[in-house]
């Protein structure tokens, strides 16, 4: 009996001293995290988004607008900024958000991060980031919870420069009761987050304005629509289909064409692909107008189109943009504070909010909200596509 | 009516593709005995075959060759290379653990399917890819066709349809009026005492992979036809094919042809009368309900044991 007590003890400090030893490196890594960084040595800057996969057209979209905003402002910041990727393709799940998260908190050079680019990136790693002190700056991550409700689903180190699906739901909605007078709106959701949180949003408000709305939902690796285009009404104005996959929406217009319905597909900014979502007469939204029409975005615009010279002018680019704007402005700020380093990368976190920028590259000026780490007086924008492919702003 | 019309094509269509996937399920277990979990990836890599073959020849907007051509052209260039790969996996993931335990190739199956889904997405990336069948011959395969009520039956589903079915026709006849397909019957029913007799239980095994991964060829882009295909698409695509074959009695080809049917409907009825969020459900809980209360299928034999 006295020996498997001794065991037992013996067991109990052996595992008490291993947990100690697993927890050293840790506390260290912790520590280094949070070193002083000299603002005269290259500092690093993470974009996490997709560069791969469905979603591969955003991020290197993203990319290369991020590219172009570190190349232009580090002059006008003084910094020395190196920009590092992270690839987080959405097939993947969160897990190589997850995977980057780790990489980055553990750098103590990386003192922001661009991203990540989806919601669901965003949910799965903002502890992390917040735990670390790493400010997260989201270029297109839309989901209302993120940053508003009673259970947030990101921290207080994640901002966002577009606005929320709490503005995109019932923007979206608006146009269609105002400009396209709808009576019958059927509304399409993918079983996850994005989608289910923007169909929501825009069938309240479409319920509230005495709109019939027929709410469907199927899976987000349905590939064949073709039922549920059945199940669409002949008087339907339009299809609301908030999918993250352009391609889908293409697919569903498609085959309402194939059925004879004469419904529109109305997609969400997880559509907006010039490139893939190009059925004439459909709409889509997103947070980012057509920004050559702000007459001082011109010299911007024509630099960028300079290292870009085959790529075409889309709305996932430009916040990126802004974000490293937001970005590095508050690492400068961070500087000033620390009279030269970077004490703590809280100091950026404490100064993202503070940020406000004249000129901002969506249009007018850019401040957050004082309540929220949203944009103040962020606003959706709704183009339909035309015969020639081309997305025109209608609203 | 108009709707149950729409639903039957819809199911029928559908169908068709899981009845050819189905049949390389039931091709390769009825000889080997073997769970070829790497099947829906082949099917996959079917419908990449097809979409390089279709860039290859002007892509949707602009094809050098003729519509029916270019049809021919890309099923077949996916069913040719299908057949390679079909033998390629055979010669080096299944004929090492030909007398391995059981587990063993079911194993290598499931490593062949990841490899070949990732490997996939390594290459060509993770987007999907869009055959755009709406842009070949100006919309002519979605706005021709006949009508039956109000529902118009467009030229692609007719395409779809009559090809599977064509293919399923063909298979049925090689395999009942040929040598080989009596050699592949004799090797189904004993494979030892087929070899005793002279068959070359090789060649009948790799014949098999080769119909059967070209079916799978064939399926990948008669799917593509109408929906977007990515590097993952093939295991959810598998694994209904491997219901569809279950449900007919795995190892009959005439079960697969109708398994496949009937899943088909089974969805297509789900999604449209009751709710799409049942339909997966529906289609997995079939499988269970077979494997529980019928497992050698509808057209299978049951395992009857000497004791």
Redesign the interface.
Known sequence: MKRAIMLALVSVVAAVLAATAVARPAAKVSADAQQAVSCKSTLKIALVTPL???A??LGNAQLSWAKYAVKRLQKTYGLRIRLVTGDT?V??GPAPAQALAQKYVADKSVVAVIGPATSGAVAATSRTYFQAGLAHISPSATRTSLTQGTVKEATQAFFRVVGGDYIQGPSDAKFMVEKLKVSKVVIIDF?EPYSVGLADAAQSFLKAKGVTVIR????V????????V??VPNDAQIVFFPTQ?P??A??FG??L????KRAKVFGGDGSNSPD?FKLPGSYVSNFAPDISGFAYNKALIAGWKRDNPKSSLESFGPPTYGAVQVAMNAIKRACNVGKGQIKDRRDVVRNVKRIVVKNWILGGDFRFSTRTNDPLNARFYIFQIQSNGSYKLVG | MDTFIQLTLNGLTLGSVYALIALGYSLVYGILKLLNFAHGDVFMVGSFIGYGALQALGGSANPKVPLWLLLVLVTLAAMVGCAILGVAIERFAYRPLRNAPRIAPLISALGVSFFLAYSVQLLFGAEQRDYDAFALGEGTLFFSGFDIGNVRVPLLRIIIIVAAFVLMVLLWLLVTKTRIGKAMRATSHDREAAAMMGINIDRVIVFAFVLGSALAGAAGVLFALRAPTSATIGFIIGLKGFTAAVIGGIGSIPGAMAGGLILGFAEAFTQGYISTRWSDLLVFAILIAFMLFRPQGLFGRPDINKV
Do not use: A, R, V
């Not at chain 1, 469907?216 to 899976?219: Q, V």
């Not at chain 1, 064409?257 to 004879?260: A, D, P, V």
């Open positions: 791969t996969g469905g591969g057209f393709p097939e993947q079983q469907e939902s199927t899976s690796k349905t590939t064949d629509f073709s039922s549920l059945t199940k996959q391609e889908d293409q697919t498609q085959q064409l194939e059925q004879g893939k």
